[in-house]
């Protein structure tokens, strides 16, 4: 009787291991997350500071673009002038 309690048991634990075994879910392999998505279409750069801006609200000016009419008057009289 004990000798069978014991092999019920056993074979218990061998479906219980199998059973884990099958039910454990490959883990799919997650896409690796971009380490840096490229600036949307519409952004802009200042060439001045290097600010990031949406290209509406760009200043365009000689050299690039700008983030304020400060920053396009800095750089055009740093760069504009004296070649
Ligand atoms: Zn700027």
Same mark, same amino acid.
């Given at each position: 009787?004990?000798?069978?309690?014991? #092999?019920?048991? #056993? &074979? /218990? &634990?061998?479906?219980? #291991? #199998?059973?884990?075994?099958?039910?454990? %879910?490959?883990? $799919?392999?997650?896409? *690796? %997350? +971009? $380490?840096? %998505? $490229? @600036?949307?279409?519409?952004?802009?750069? =200042?060439?001045?500071?290097? &600010?990031? @801006?949406?290209?509406? +609200? *760009? &200043?365009? /000016?000689? /050299?690039?673009?700008? =983030?304020? *009419?400060?920053?396009?008057?800095?750089? +055009?009289? +740093?760069?504009?002038?004296? *070649?």
């Amino acid at each position: 009787m004990l000798k069978f309690l014991f #092999l019920i048991l #056993l &074979l /218990g &634990l061998v479906f219980f #291991l #199998l059973g884990v075994k099958h039910s454990r %879910p490959a883990q $799919p392999k997650k896409a *690796a %997350p +971009e $380490p840096r %998505p $490229p @600036l949307p279409k519409d952004m802009s750069t =200042c060439a001045q500071c290097g &600010l990031h @801006l949406p290209a509406d +609200e *760009a &200043l365009p /000016g000689r /050299g690039g673009v700008f =983030c304020s *009419a400060a920053h396009r008057s800095a750089y +055009e009289s +740093e760069h504009g002038g004296a *070649a």
